[in-house]
């Protein structure tokens, strides 16, 4: 049966697109994010673990140091070195076990090398050694006789300074991802707000151009002694059977274009061949054919039209080659007018005409069928008869033009407002 198929409004897709480009800028800002992190690593836990260490320094009681009363293991720093004024060790204090990395500190050329402090000037160093961030500071002391100088190194690393540089890091990039999801949420509305005009005007677009399909139809369904529910009726055939086929949005625009519009090039046939009751002589016939050489020409020229040409100009061959104009036949006929040439056929022995009288569902199958291979595509023939008798049984006598052309807009509605 016929149903409407439309989804829902526009701004179902303009969320779909919205949340794409959302997840899109928001692993892209968290990369950049990462990337200039994590160049600012080393120097960011230099940094922190200077601090600590100025900190410490302090608040450091030099009484204890010199009563042997100082815990350096319950402490942050790695050792702990007093000079006096000579630059002569009279104090040293080193956690356990760290003597073969104090010696490879103490020869790092970037880690005090041959300096030796003057009165005024702190000197800071930096060394990484096993992966580890070690900063030194070595600092003046005013009047605390003996002690001159302190020398102190500290482990940035195993003292967590490393850890929490990552942790910071880890932060910034949340945020980040945040900051781009609250802006998404926030700028959604508005985004909505500006395109209802645009999508009200879609609409009234949509609507047009199927009035305009609906004029030119009915133009030369009144000239051909037809109505217009013929038209309306094959365009309902044509989709159900594409969608068996499942055939995408733009080939179904065209297919629907074109089963309306399949006969527009009988506006150029004279009336007196036109709308002859009798047959129509050799000469006259060859004159009727052309309309589908005018109905090009009359389509050709609006590019919304452009590719509905397939139907209007080769509906009328036949898969053996023995239809018109250019007596194609199998696959060098377009698949839209294979597929449209049994729908249009379908309508035209299943209704009545002024000349004729509708024949039955059975007839008609029957009828096409004596034609597979020759009229008509067998493998589409089949496809067809397997789908259309529930659309047939609810349209297939109805002459309401009102009514089809509301069934019509149910179900286009989807495929032209994408």
């Known amino acids: ?172 990039i949340l945020l980040t991802l945040s900051i781009v999801f609250l802006v998404a949420v926030f700028i959604y509305p508005t985004i909505l707000f500006l395109e209802r005009n645009l999508i009200a005007r879609t ?70 061949i036109l709308l002859k009751n009798g047959k129509l002589s050799e000469d006259e016939y060859e004159v009727m054919k052309r309309h589908v050489k005018y109905g090009v020409e009359i389509v050709q020229n609006a590019s919304w039209l452009n590719d509905c040409t397939d139907i209007i100009e080769f509906h009328h061959e036949h898969y053996d080659g023995s239809g018109y104009l250019k007596k194609l036949q199998g696959s060098m006929i377009p698949e839209n007018a294979q597929l449209f040439s049994i729908v249009d056929v379908f309508d035209a022995l299943t209704s009545r005409r002024p000349y004729k009288k509708e024949y039955s569902y059975e007839a008609t199958k029957k009828m096409m069928f004596s034609e597979s291979g020759t009229h008509f595509n067998p493998e589409l023939l089949f496809i067809f008869f397997t789908v259309i008798r529930p659309v047939y049984d609810q349209i297939g006598a109805i002459e309401d033009e009102v009514l089809l052309k509301k069934l019509l807009s149910e179900e286009t509605v989807y495929y032209f407002m994408e």
Request: proline share 2%; net charge positive; charged share 25%.
């Open 203 to 272: 609409r009234e677009l949509y609507r047009a151009n199927l009035d305009l399909l609906g004029v030119m139809g009915s133009a030369i369904a009144k000239r051909d002694n037809e109505t217009n529910a013929h038209n309306y009726r094959v365009t309902l055939y044509t989709i159900a059977f594409a969608k068996s086929m499942k055939v995408n949005n733009e080939r179904m625009r065209s297919l629907i274009k074109g089963a309306f519009l399949h006969d527009v090039g009988k506006i150029g046939v004279p009336d007196g």
């Open 1 to 172: 049966m016929i149903k409407n198929i439309y989804p829902g409004p526009l701004q179902k897709k303009l969320l779909q697109r919205l949340l794409i480009f959302t997840f899109v800028m928001a692993f892209l800002s968290a990369i950049t994010t990462l990337l200039i992190e994590l160049g600012y690593v080393q120097e960011r836990v230099e940094k922190r673990a200077l601090d600590t260490v100025k900190t410490t320094l302090f608040s450091l009681n030099l009484s204890a140091v010199q009563n042997n009363t100082f815990d350096i293991e319950k402490s942050k720093l790695f050792s702990l070195t007093f000079f006096d004024q000579n630059s002569t060790v009279i104090y040293h204090r080193s956690r356990q076990g760290t003597e073969a990395i104090l010696l490879d500190l103490k020869h790092n050329e970037n880690l005090f090398s041959d300096h030796e402090p003057d009165n005024e000037t702190a000197i800071y160093s930096r060394s990484k050694i096993n992966d580890h961030i070690f900063v030194s500071l070595t600092i003046p002391i005013i009047n605390k006789a003996p002690i001159s100088w302190i020398r102190v190194y500290y482990d940035a690393t195993q003292n967590g300074d490393t850890a929490d540089v990552y942790k910071d890091i880890t932060f910034n």
